[in-house]
């Protein structure tokens, strides 16, 4: 083995899980960090040609749908599906009393799990249960539902988390939870650092105050779908869905194995995905439904949700947060103490005051999270798991300024640590671990300060009435960047035959973000190729799967696999331009630069050039050439009677492990803040966000417009979830009311004011290059900010979110 494929090798070795900073990065950049780079999807998305799951048409396809429950509780007692059986063009309906259909599966989610396939017990009112009928369409599907009879056994239900807790209040999942509603006491409920009581006890000051956050969800445009068709005994399925190794897993282990080699597996362009749909337990009961009837019938079926459907759930913040925080006088905080009474949650394992441990000096931190089974749909990350921390993190920063009639920004500034340690602390860390000796969070808010006038602007709660009446509001907050998921990725590079082009592979969901562009970034400036030569498709199955979105890791753990892999082939490349061509038992042709080794080359816009000379050259095109005609590797030449030259397939792959940085593994040391402007209309309530200024520390660059969209369509989306997004339930029937796009308002662009990004690049992020994510961070954080914008016009605090203006006229006295 030469000397550098030996350092390629102990670089990745080196940084495999890494908890250090990358000692390894290019000495220059031609793409990584270039503005303009064309995006790989952006034709087919703009021209209105890309291809989603819910596009797919196949001949004979049937349409299937699913029978939903109109109680929020209830049991099937009996069902009769003759007249639906009846019906012109349906051609099967299958039952939950099917004998041959299992009780549980594994339909996916996370990890493994078991879930009724059709279950016959609805635990909210919405849900798929009884039967699925599958028609030569849609509307047919529809119809036949409406005939099929069904005797109910109405139970008693509870909606409200609070209420959830108090004896003698119904059990939401007896099947489940037969002890009681909440589920997760003993498991991980606790977090805590240090004496919350002899901090609260020292304190200058108490703050306490209730916060409650509404359900929301992850509604999106594309509705839940999927299709499965048999050819012969091997399935193929096309699905919705973010994590399609999981998929695949799923189906393995359907009618009883399937081995993973005979699966035939696409994941198209997706119409929004968030988390949300693809963590529920049941994701793949529909595709498990639609793969029964498609074997019985021998025709492909698509399954599909409608809009209501669609709101089968929500995102992990639903509920009640009750806070008492110990401070000094100066803004320094001494404790906070927490107890978070959340819904459904079905990972309660995030906590709700973790960034307090993860990126602040507080030494004395204590929440308790108690998940509550209620009658609603499951909650799951829907960016993302960090809703309850940023909502807990803003809040208690403001509520403390605005009770010490201090600049939140210096609050902010005077807890900046690190698992209760302070700033000189993490610095010195900070040069243990090779990164540089930055300061994250000051870098950000002057840049955010600068960009929002915020020290002409910002003024004490409710002192600014603008010349129509309204009432100004200014207000920042600020948290940690993060890529918290455990991560794997294994991505591959083809160079191909005729014009040395490169050719990604790794299978994943493209769920619109410009990630394969990005990834194609990093590959050409590894191997020296232009950014035209290298391209990236990720919707079908090559037997390699890169990470898929997920906890704002997949730039950490996938640029991390695809630059190993390009380190590797660039590697091939050279050593193969110094050996022999087309080496056989009849002899070889010379080298392509005879006389030198691999360190004497290198590659630059796609051509292979002495480092020395570099008018010694040779097209990396022209040196693989062309795909011969009795194969692809050997062409031939003079009419096929003499040798020719040729070249070994040029292939490489590799891989990256992250392990989850929940553990606390990594140390925070990039920063994010943000600021926004408000008015607010003490007449109406209503509130208008008339700016917003994102500055987030991504550590390194890959993609500008990349990480700029994650900014602007993540204030969007933040701001909409703050003002309007809610899930309403008729407390009487516990049936969903806004169960649609009408009554369910989701925010567009017209509806922020202008939106200003600004990236930092301290390079102390965990990722290839010093990057870290960004993916998740503005949505997530942005909601909690509209909490102290309000109050800061009209100095009354509005904590029930979202703030509608008839929480606002409330607040206000007029409601």
């Known amino acids: 083995m030469n000397e550098r494929k030996q350092e390629i090798e102990n670089e990745i070795r080196e940084r495999m899980d890494s908890v250090r900073a990358d000692r390894y990065p290019l000495a220059d950049y031609k793409n990584i960090g270039k503005r303009g780079v064309r995006r790989i999807d952006g034709y087919e998305k703009a021209s209105g040609t890309a291809i ?42 299958l039952r939950y009393d099917d004998p041959e259909l299992p009780a549980f599966a594994e339909l996916g989610g996370h990890g493994p799990s078991h879930a009724a396939v059709l279950p016959h017990i609805a635990h909210f009112q919405g849900e ?16 036949a539902l409406r005939l099929i009879e069904v005797e109910w056994e109405e139970r008693p239900f509870v909606l409200d988390v609070e209420e959830a807790l108090e004896p003698g209040r119904p059990l939401a999942n007896p099947e489940l939870y037969p002890d009681g509603n909440q589920y997760n006491q003993g498991w991980r409920d606790v977090e805590e650092l240090g004496d919350v009581e002899k901090g609260l006890g020292k304190a200058d000051a108490i703050v306490e105050f209730t916060a409650r956050r509404r359900l929301h969800t992850w509604i999106g445009p594309e509705r839940p779908c999927g299709v499965v068709r048999w050819n012969g005994e091997y399935p193929e399925v096309w699905v919705k869905q973010q994590r399609p190794h999981i998929c695949k897993r799923v189906i393995s282990t359907w009618f009883g194995g399937i081995p993973m080699n005979r699966i035939q597996l696409h994941c198209l362009y997706q119409g929004a995905s968030f988390g949300g749909w ?58 906070v103490k927490g107890r978070a009474i959340l819904s459904n949650h079905y990972f309660p394992v995030f906590g709700f005051v973790t960034h307090f441990l993860e990126n602040t000096k507080v030494p004395n931190v204590y929440g308790r999270l108690q998940a509550v089974q209620i009658n609603k749909g499951v909650n799951v990350p829907t960016r ?54 930055r300061d994250s969070l000051a870098e950000c808010v002057e840049k955010g300060k600068k960009a929002i006038d915020w020290d002409n602007k910002w003024h004490l709660p409710g002192e600014r009435k603008l010349a ?11 948290t940690h960047e993060w890529e918290d998921s455990a991560g794997s990725s294994e991505m591959a590079i083809r160079i191909e035959r005729t014009d040395a082009t490169a050719t990604l592979f790794g299978m994943r969901c493209d769920n619109g973000v410009n990630a394969e562009t990005t990834y194609c970034q990093i590959v050409a400036d590894e191997l020296g190729m232009r950014m035209e030569d290298v391209f990236y498709r990720p919707h079908t199955d090559p037997g390699f799967f890169a990470m898929t979105p997920d906890s704002s890791t997949n730039m950490s753990v996938n640029g991390s696999a695809i630059r190993n892999a390009a380190r590797i082939l660039k590697q091939q490349i050279l050593e193969a331009a110094t050996k022999p061509r087309g080496e056989g038992q009849r002899g070889s042709f010379p080298p392509a630069f005879p006389g030198m080794s691999p360190d004497d080359l290198d590659i630059r816009e796609s051509v292979i050039f002495a480092k020395a000379d570099p008018s010694v050259r040779m097209a990396l095109a022209e040196f693989v050439g062309i795909a011969g ?35 606390h593994a990594r140390l925070r040391l990039c920063r994010q803040a943000h600021f926004m402007e408000v008015e607010v209309d003490t007449e109406t309530g209503a509130v208008e966000v008339t700016k917003v200024v994102n500055v987030n520390d991504v550590g390194r660059v890959i993609s500008w417009e990349t990480c700029e969209g994650q900014q602007y369509g993540g204030t969007i989306m933040g701001v909409s979830r703050g003002l309007t997004e809610e899930v309403v339930y008729d407390p009487v029937t516990g049936v969903m009311l806004s169960g649609n796009l009408l009554d369910y308002k989701i925010a567009t662009m017209l509806d922020v004011g202008p939106i200003q990004t600004v990236l930092v690049e301290t390079g102390m992020g965990y990722g290839p290059y010093g990057l870290v994510g960004i993916g998740e961070d503005v949505a997530t954080v942005i909601p909690a900010l509209l909490g102290p914008a309000v109050h800061n016009a009209i100095g009354l605090w509005v904590d029930d979110f979202p703030i509608t203006p008839a929480r606002v006229l409330k607040a206000l006295g007029k409601g």
């Open 384 to 437: 993302c798991e960090q809703n309850p921390n940023c909502l807990s993190f803003t809040l208690i920063f403001d509520h403390v300024a605005d009770a010490l009639k201090l600049d939140p920004i210096e609050v902010a500034l005077k807890n900046d640590g690190c698992h209760g340690r302070d700033m000189a602390w993490l610095d010195s860390r900070k040069v243990e671990m090779g990164f540089p000796k």
């Open 278 to 335: 693809s963590q529920v337990a049941w994701n793949m009961g529909g595709t498990y439904c639609a793969a029964l009837v498609a074997r019985r019938t021998g025709r492909p079926v698509k399954w599909m949700f409608d809009r209501r459907e669609d709101f089968y759930g929500g995102e992990m913040d639903e509920g009640v947060y009750h806070f008492t925080v110990g401070v000094k006088k100066d803004g320094t905080i001494l404790a």
């Open 468 to 478: 129509g009446g309204r009432m100004h509001g200014i207000a920042f907050t600020w």
């Open 52 to 93: 989603y799951t819910m596009d797919v048409q196949l001949p004979g396809m049937l349409c299937m749908r699913f029978l939903t429950s109109p109680c929020a509780h209830a049991r099937i007692r009996s069902m009769d599906t003759s007249k639906a059986e009846a019906y012109p063009g349906v051609r099967y309906v």
């Open 629 to 663: 005609v009795a194969g692809p590797i050997s062409r031939e030449e003079l009419g096929g009677m003499a040798r020719a030259i040729w070249t070994p397939p040029l292939f490489a792959y590799s891989f990256h492990v992250q392990v989850g940085a929940y553990s």
């Open 128 to 143: 798929e249960v009884g039967a699925a009928v599958a028609a030569d369409t849609e509307d047919i599907a529809c119809q």
